[in-house]
């Protein structure tokens, strides 16, 4: 069975361990096409090479990118033509342009087709792209979700395909492992990783640790547009000798940073058109062996599961009563430690996010592999 994958998501280095865990699977041949790079909020990022291990790897130019909805690969047809997949995993949400202009080449070609949606709210999106949803969703062969919410955001949207709840990614447990810290000091370190925006809720952070009693520090790692207000926030608090604003990492990288924090938190909070997907930053410190603390938005209590420990979402009085039972049981912090990452072996690795994922193919084909 020949597969062909194309993500934008794929120019992060840690995910194509996702792609040799898949290529090892029985009587797969998997080719993925990424493009040289992708911008977002954080800048450009290029494509980060790893050695390929069972697959092979294309990269083709990407016009308007950047743009989530109206990117698309022009040469993407012509590839297809030539490649000869039997099925195209399309890595992207069904409204958008790329993925209703991949559908329709693979369709030209007579190969099967499935898409990856992270969406968990049910919008309507105004022309065109309601009626590229529409095509996509009338004419995919199957779908596979991030979060539980989807399956209900697109049997409501209409689709009655095959459809399975399996994370975009998992994380490499080689990489993403626990090992031993030297302490210099009893500091109490808290960590957050992600966009400074409103809805991420590191403001609910600052306010929580900011009547933490001891020695503590508050690691911020990312950039967005609330930082200002977030720096203003630390020094209002009294505490911005206690909190340090970090840039963004490469993901070759951010273990180590991971593995610095005695806890991670993600204080997501709702917002009219926006809740958690999924929470990725968890499942890598948990890896890591770090205890996480997570909000209830959106996915992150099923994420999390009982391998930590959960809050209502904006409460910062709850925060704070769950980093100072961290900060002051390292018995606690152990077993959590220790909960977390048996959970990402469990459920969040690779090698089980490829095997789910392979089983989708098969089923999807209509091959018999032995």
């Known amino acids: 069975m020949r597969v062909v994958m194309i993500s934008k998501a794929l120019v992060v280095g840690a995910y194509h361990s996702k792609l040799a865990e898949l290529a090892a699977r029985p009587n797969l041949d998997l080719i993925a096409i990424v493009p040289p790079a992708w911008r ?15 697959y092979q790897l294309i990269t083709t130019p990407l016009r308007f990118n950047g743009n989530f909805h109206l990117h698309y690969y022009p040469q993407l047809p012509w590839l297809l033509k030539q490649l000869r997949p039997d099925l195209v995993h ?53 779908a596979i979700v991030g979060n539980r919410d989807a399956v209900d955001v697109w049997h409501a949207k209409g689709y009655r ?63 967005g547009p609330a930082q200002d207000r977030l720096i203003e ?32 938190v993600l204080p997501s909070r709702s917002k009219l058109n926006w809740i958690e997907q999924f929470g990725r ?16 938005c959106g996915e992150i209590p099923n994420v999390i599961g009982d391998a930590g420990l959960i809050f209502p979402e904006g409460d910062e009085a709850a925060l704070r009563e769950h980093l100072r039972c961290l900060q002051d049981q390292p018995a606690l912090r152990a077993d959590l430690s220790q909960r977390g990452q048996q959970r990402v072996l469990d459920h969040f690795t690779q090698a089980q996010i490829a095997r789910k994922t392979y089983e989708v193919y098969e089923r999807v084909s209509g091959k018999l592999v032995d």
Not at 214 to 222: A, M, S
């Open 40 to 54: 977002d909020e954080r800048g450009s990022l290029s494509l980060e090479r790893t050695p390929t291990r069972g």
């Open 90 to 142: 399309i890595d992207e949400e069904p409204y958008n342009l790329a993925t209703f202009l991949a559908l329709r080449s693979a369709r030209s070609i007579g190969a099967c087709s499935l898409f990856f949606s992270w969406q968990n709210l049910n919008r309507c999106y105004p022309l065109p792209f309601n009626l590229l949803e529409r095509y996509v969703l009338l004419r995919v062969d199957a």
């Open 161 to 223: 395909g095959p459809i399975e709840v399996i994370p975009q990614f998992g994380v490499d447990p080689i990489a993403f492992a626990p090992l031993p810290r030297e302490r210099s000091t009893d500091q109490f370190v808290m960590g957050y990783a992600g966009r400074f925006v409103e809805e991420k809720g590191a403001d609910v952070l600052l306010r929580a640790a900011a009547r933490l009693d001891g020695d503590w520090r508050v690691d911020l790692i990312g950039s």
């Open 233 to 264: 926030l630390a020094r209002s608090l009294g505490v911005a000798d206690r909190v340090r604003f970090l840039p963004w990492v490469p993901s070759s990288r951010i273990a180590e940073v991971y593995r610095s924090f005695d806890a991670l």
């Open 281 to 296: 930053v968890l499942v890598e410190a948990m890896a890591c062996g770090v205890p996480v603390i997570g909000s209830t």
